[in-house]
């Protein structure tokens, strides 16, 4: 594949690096690094970044918080995910914006399309926060939402996982990972690639998904170069 604009999805959790709750500061230097030197290849990048390090909607509610609040404090832990994101990229030199669901004007600028895809065409690296800024939706759903709008080539979900395997390889240490899968086998397998809201969106889109490990500096890269490293999911 050939990618000119790409939505890279990372989770609130690979921002933890090796602590219990929070961001590491080192990780997300690192993920600032990959990201700049891929977009220095010419690709323009967009970025959605979960919140589950931070606070997560749902197991609030299973701890007694009314669901539709903690799922707003979930969406605003995204944007202080981003914003330390957001930090970690300009110190690498790339121009950056943020662009949040939820109105929030000291800090970012409201989630306009056509201004996303502005920002893009500029050279700026586009980090949307705040989720869909709707509650019971989660950032992989926002992450499709938003690659579909802005018409990306791919959704690459960075993981601690390395792709998409037969079976959990933590329980498992025979199972295989894909190369490549369909969206149909996805389903008829019952894999978990993304929730079903959001591989959905993607499959009803055509736009492609690829599942590979964020953790190993210089993944980014090798994936836009074509390296046959983690799981690719098309029609
Ligand atoms: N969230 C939400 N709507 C959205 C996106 C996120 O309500 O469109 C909330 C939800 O409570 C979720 C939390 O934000 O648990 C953090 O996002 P997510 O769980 O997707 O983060 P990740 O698992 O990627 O770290």
Known sequence: MKFKRILLKLSGEALMGEKQYGIDIDRVAQYAKDIHDVHAKGIEIALVIGGGNIYRGLSAEKAGMDRVQADYMGMLATVINSMALQDALEKTGVKTRL????????????????????????????????????????????????????????????????????ADPLKE?????????????????????????????????????????MNKPGNLMRLVDGEPIGTLVKG
């Open 99 to 166: 662009l949040t669901a939820i109105k929030m004007e000291q800090i970012c600028e409201p989630f306009i399309r056509r201004r996303a895809v502005r920002h893009l065409e500029k050279g700026r690296i586009v980090i949307f926060g705040a989720g869909t800024g709707n509650p019971y939706f989660t950032t992989d759903t926002a992450a499709s939402l938003r690659a579909v709008e802005i018409n990306a080539d791919v959704v690459m979900k960075g993981t601690r996982v390395d792709g998409i395997y037969t």
């Open 173 to 213: 240490p025979d199972a295989i990972r894909y190369d490549e899968i369909t969206f149909d086998e996805v389903y008829k397998k019952n894999l978990n690639v993304m929730d079903m809201t959001a591989f959905t969106l993607c499959q009803e889109n055509n736009l492609p998904i690829i599942v590979f490990d």
